[in-house]
């Protein structure tokens, strides 16, 4: 499932035409980086925890060849059959090939950000092989054939009443029920017959812990685990940056975590997998999709500390205002427009582009990944390589020309002031995307250096 048209701007040109929707979406945000601002001042060693989680993935991302080999090696003592995938069709084939040696063609999958980087459902779906997604809210995307619009709240976009139309349409409730309770029940019926039906059931990673070749999943409904305790067959899908050294490093991100995901001091279910029961197979598929590029980029691979909370997005202006799928990539958001080049450099191209560059981001993540730097440095990156559009760099070229001497500066000052105030209509039109959401002032009859030196002359003042 992609979103259709690959620009920002114009994702989010349609999002912001319900203008109620918009605040109502900007205010479900900013309600949850409220709940997370309390959570952690709840704490007062909240800045220890996150340089301490910062500089624990700053060791990883410097050895991360010697703890994933350390992860794989107590995998496979613990029973767990490793595989390691390059690319998503190379983890897709991985998925599939585990599933026909079974004959299986069900499987129930809880969130994982990973298969939806890899379009797992529709991969297997096009072998014959029918995917349920069993995170509530994921769940909710599936049956509307959306992506999720964020990466912890996956239909955060979406309204009681809308997602009271989507289960009148698929599930057959009543039209008009919107109770969230109710709903939910109902949601709850259908995917218990999954979870006891399904013979697979695939789960992502939150942290792979090296010195034990174990790896917790983090959900607040208990889906990962219902799907995997009842499986014949358990799949476990994760990005190779996943890693902790040891299983004391767990109690930093756990806390840190889910206190800036959505301000609850602990997610509900922190489950930990390490070996199969007896009859079951289990499987970890060990997935680079682009992370080893990002770590040779020596500008941007801080951006691999991600533990995927979240709180960039809730605190985004640019975010709260535009959507998540307005940014055309599984990882929406800040975080998103960092991870997102480095995949597709073209393709997203725009993406460093839908930022203020305000920095609330980075005050907020919990592993200090200094995110509005490295988009504005991604912006450089992308001007560089040629991708940038070409208005922008016309634009920019104007720009740098303008400035570049008091002459010209005062030249363009006066030709704008008198096409404000003599052809408005030139600048004021639907062409100019700078119009379409604000009113252009009447220009001002002079310039602030016109003002002054006038005022200078009338009092005399340049005489003393
Ligand atoms: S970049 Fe930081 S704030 Fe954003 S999702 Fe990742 S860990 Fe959370």
Redesign the pocket.
């Known amino acids: 499932m992609e979103t259709k048209t690959k620009d920002h701007a114009a994702l989010a040109e349609a999002f912001i035409k319900d203008e109620e929707h918009v605040n109502w979406h900007d205010g479900a945000l900013w309600w949850i980086r409220q709940k997370r601002d309390i959570a952690s001042k709840q704490i007062p060693e909240w800045e220890a925890l996150r340089e301490a989680a910062s500089q624990i993935k700053s060791n990883v991302l410097s050895n991360l060849h010697d703890y994933l080999l350390q992860f794989e090696a107590n995998l496979i003592k613990n029973g767990i059959t490793v595989h390691w995938a390059s690319d998503a069709e190379e983890h897709n084939r991985i998925v599939y090939s585990i599933l026909k040696a079974k004959e299986i063609n069900q499987m129930i999958k809880s969130k994982s950000m990973l298969t939806e980087e890899c379009h797992l459902n529709e991969y297997l779906a096009e072998r014959g092989i029918d995917v349920i997604n069993s995170d509530l809210g994921e769940y909710i995307q599936q049956l509307d054939n959306e992506p999720p619009s964020h ?2 709240l996956p239909c955060i976009h979406k309204r009681k009443e809308e997602i009271g139309e989507i289960f009148h349409e698929h599930l057959g409730t009543e039209k008009g029920v919107s109770d969230p309770t109710t709903l939910t029940r109902f949601a709850r019926r259908h995917l218990r017959n999954a979870f006891i039906t399904r013979r697979a059931a695939l789960t992502g990673v939150n942290f792979a812990v090296a010195e034990t070749g174990e790896y917790v999943v983090c959900t607040n409904e208990g889906n990962a685990d219902m799907g995997a305790h009842l499986s014949d067959v358990q799949i476990a899908s994760m990005g190779i940056e996943k890693i902790v050294p040891q299983k004391k490093h767990l109690g930093i991100f756990l806390r840190l ?1 889910a206190r ?2 959505t301000g609850q001091p602990i997610t509900i279910y922190s489950s930990h997998f390490k070996k199969p029961r007896e009859g079951q197979e289990m499987h970890l598929i060990l997935v680079d999709l682009g992370r080893t590029r990002q770590l040779g980029r020596p500008e941007f691979r801080e ?1 691999l ?9 809730n ?1 985004c202006p640019v975010y709260r205002k535009s959507g998540g799928l307005s940014y055309h990539n599984t ?1 929406s ?3 998103g427009a ?1 991870l997102a080049p480095n995949l597709d450099m073209k393709r997203h191209a725009d993406l460093p582009f839908a930022s203020t560059l305000c920095g609330s ?1 980075s005050n ?6 200094t ?1 509005h730097d490295q988009l504005y440095q991604w912006r450089q990156v992308i001007v560089k390589e040629g991708f940038a559009a070409n208005t922008k760099v016309l634009g920019m070229k104007a720009m740098a020309w303008t400035l570049s001497s008091p002459g010209s500066y005062a030249r363009m000052g006066r030709a704008g002031r008198w096409v404000l105030n003599n052809i408005p209509f030139a600048i004021n039109n639907k062409l100019n995307p700078w119009y379409k959401q604000r009113e252009m002032p009447d220009g001002p009859k002079e310039s602030f250096g016109e003002w002054y030196a006038r005022n200078q002359k009338e009092n005399g003042s340049d005489k003393k």
């Open positions: 990466i912890v975590l800036s995901a951006s500390k991600c533990i995927k909370c979240g709180a960039c997005m605190t990882i958001g800040p975080i960092i981001c907020v993540c919990p592993v200090k990944i995110i």
